[in-house]
């Protein structure tokens, strides 16, 4: 066959795929045996007749590239599925409101593993089809009926060695402890981790955290309240609180610690003991318009140790397929939040407690704060 | 007759556009956004009861209240004094006050926020000078608190303010004003007894406009305000969308819309300016 | 010169607050100059990264692009629609004002985010009828956009038009013009800079507008708000900054522009006032 012959089949098929006269799985086939799959996939052709695009959702900014890279790019390439990214975040109200429009147009949602089990519950998700994704590739407890985790990220205490060189804070019992190390804190705004933070400080063991003891959490919260200087609430935040020194010690995201550590030379310094851990999960929306079963596949996927790898390469985000540590240098397991080691030094944030109480505790904490 | 009627007929076809518009685009759907406030989570007044008396609600009203009142108040005196600079100055000083509305304009609201992080914060440009000038001993908390999110919320609404101020200036007969000062009234008594009366409309359109405007925004107090300055725009974001109480987030802004309608009408009357309305 | 002037002590105040508004520059240039790949100072570190990121990626232009189109197509109509109204409500003097122009300032007086979800719901159902209009399209929120600005607007009309006396209307009526006469010859001429106003309010309104945007829009349609803001949570970036300086840069350009042609027109029209003086009877 000559390049130019090629070509125009090629052409002639791009035009018929158009016009929708063959469907998409014979169009990859037919590029496949030209060679042209690359091509194929650029062509951007909407199949009307044969499946809508697999909308992802996720929380926007460097997460929309990172996103692409690790696993919708692959996932389109061997499926001939295509993929688009919307980085509008799927807060619970946003999903409910997709629902209630009637005509919901997102497919899978990247949410915190108790927003995921809440939304189940009212079945504004439906359920895993757990013959599709293998469940068994993550940790038990970091999947329920209607979420599995994508991946993992931490809440961790930074704190400033300028302030107190190497003698730093090791428990949140130091945190809380504005004598010895003074200066100003910084707490996350949407409370994940931080009343944990405060009942540790208080002397309640870890194994028996949950149920939480919220008015004695909001108590010890109350006590540290004049001295946070913020209660952050985007990454960005917290990173500019902690290396422009405005405060000595917060309570933030491993991603941003390990960046701070970085870009401050030393100055800023953290570390897993004491933190907590949370997963992000997968989730599909009821009635979703793409397909169930393509939104499966595309969550098996993305649960798949390559793609995971990467993602952690390029936000540091810890994989949930604990098969991913085999292709990890030792560095990067010491960086990583859900590595074994890590793992045991960390508390794993309770998603049942939170899918029955996250909304009114929420409320009650947020109150404390702009008292 | 019948010219009075194509004539009427006329000055209807002039009105109706938007009003239908807004009834099919607007007004339709939201009577649905009333209805989740009667019946979310439960059919009932809940929600409404829930507004009149839990005290968090009212401290987060009175907050969002106090700090938009003293927005509004000072962008309209920055704002008048911007405008009056533009129509009574020489070309250079026009050219100047358009510089300042237009190239803040382009200036995202994010990276604002980040600048006046920058300045403000307790080793900042404005501390600095400040102590370094002996006029204060320990630096001063800007942001990240009240005063942060005024000076934010400020710098973004001294524009909004200067348009209706503007129009309302230009139009004015500066003969007016001559034939005052002409007749031996001093500056301060010209403004006080001809400007500002006879620009009461724009001033009252640019401060239900400040107002109004403040009451819906949230980027900013959540930027500058340190997490702890909850507002009305943000909470009611925190029902609808972080703790899903639709019904509550509903009621809310069944009642800011009655309270913004009360306070227009109030206005209205005050300074008696029906004008405004036909 | 025989008009009213503005004294020192005003002019004093009005550079006081001058350099309140022009006191981000300060930090704005700079950070776009950043080596970081988040909002910081330089410190030294000064980079064209952000630049070259932003010439280099098509997307933020189409974004910029999008933005401009919307903005100028929502200003378009939401003028017109707030002017053609205003006037309605000032030639016809009733009751029935009060309430219309009640319900034509109800998005106002909604906090956004309320009104997020009321256009969220009207567009996925203006969807079905009109696929071409609705969520996740240009025109749709074009649509909410209007929907969203023209209050602003309404409020500024009416604001210009309590300034006009209404007898050059009825003398205008009774020299028998017609009403498309009056209004087009006699009324709008008055309010210029009212309908100026009203446009780039609208303009400045719809290029900001973010909180309803980010609801009825989702893979197709990407403006610049939505681009920077989506970041928010995470990290923004600097090519905000940089985006900032080069509209500014543009901004300046236009205005310094205007300041030298208008410089030329007075220079000419000068010379012809000496010359005319200058010349013999």
Known sequence: MSQEHQ?????????????????RRTFIQAMGLLAAAPLAMRSGISWAADGKPLVV???????????????TDSFSKSTGIQVRIDGAGPTEGAIRSQLASGKPSWDVVDVDSYSAMTLGRDKILQPLDYSVIQRGQVAPGQSHDHGIAGYLFSYVMAWDSEQFGDQGPTSWADFWNVEKFPGKRTLYKWMNGMLE??????????????????????????????????????????????????????????????????????????????????????????????????????IQHALQPEGQLKLFELLGNGPSNGATQKLMTAEQREADCASEENFKKQIFLNTEWYADNYATTLEQYLTHLSK | ???????????????????????????????????WSFTLPEPGI????????????HDMLWRTLRLCLTVSTLALVIGYLLAYCWVFS?????????????????????????????????????????????????????????????????????????????SSMRQLDQRVLLASRGLGAGALRTFWQVLLPQTVPGLLGAFIMVFVFCLGFFITPVLLGGGQTVMIAEYVFLQMFQTSNWG?????????????????????RITRVNRLVG | MNTHKTGLSTRLLATVAMAFMLFPLLTVIPVSFTSKRYLSMPNGNWSLRHYEALLGNPEWMASILQSLGIAFATSLIATALAVSFSLGIWYLRSRLATVLIGLVLLPMAIPPVISALVLYFMETNLGRIAPGFGYDTIPGVIIAHVVMVVPYGVVTMLVALSQIDRRIELASRNLGASLMQTTFLVVMPNLKLGIASTALLSFALSWEEVAVTLFITSVDVNTLPRRIWGGLRDNVDPSVAAISVLLIGVTLLVLCARLLLQYLADRKAREATTRAATAPA
């Open chain 2, 46 to 57: 809940e929600q409404y009861q829930r507004i009149a008396t839990d005290p968090a609600i």
């Open chain 1, 7 to 23: 070509r125009d089949c090629i052409e002639v098929l791009i035009e018929k795929a158009r016009n929708g006269q063959i469907n």
């Open chain 1, 197 to 298: 933070a405060a009942l540790l400080a208080d002397g309640v063991p870890a194994e028996q955290l949950y149920p939480l003891d919220v008015p004695r959490a909001l108590r010890k919260i109350d006590e540290l309240k004049p001295h946070v200087l913020s209660f952050w609430s985007s990454g960005a935040e917290s990173q500019q609180l902690m290396i422009e020194g405005e405060v000595s010690m917060g309570a933030i995201w491993s991603t941003r610690a390990k960046l701070l550590a970085e870009d401050s030379e030393g100055r800023i310094r953290w570390g897993y003991d004491n933190a907590f851990l949370n997963a992000s999960s997968w989730a599909v929306l009821s009635d979703n318009p793409a397909g169930s079963q393509e939104a499966m596949r595309f």
């Open chain 2, 248 to 268: 509550l987030g509903a009621a809310l802004s069944v009642v800011l819309l009655a309270l913004v309608s009360a306070l227009i009408w109030l206005l209205l």
């Open chain 1, 57 to 71: 959702v996720n929380w926007g900014g460097d997460a929309l590239d990172a996103f692409r890279r690790s696993w």
């Open chain 2, 90 to 166: 020489p070309p250079f000083w026009q050219r100047m006050v358009e510089i300042c509305i237009f190239i803040p304009f382009w200036i995202s609201v994010l990276v604002r926020a980040f600048g006046w992080l920058i300045a403000l914060r307790s080793n900042g440009v404005l501390n600095g000078g400040l102590m370094g000038l002996g006029l204060i001993d320990s630096p001063l908390q800007l942001t990240r608190n009240e005063t942060g999110v005024v000076i934010g919320m400020l710098h973004f609404m001294v524009p909004y303010a200067l348009f209706p101020l503007l």
């Open chain 2, 1 to 35: 007759m019948s010219t009075t009627h194509s004539a009427n007929l006329e000055r209807s076809l002039l009105l109706i556009p938007l009003p239908l518009l807004l009834l099919v685009f607007y007004l339709l759907p939201f009577l649905g956004v009333v209805g």
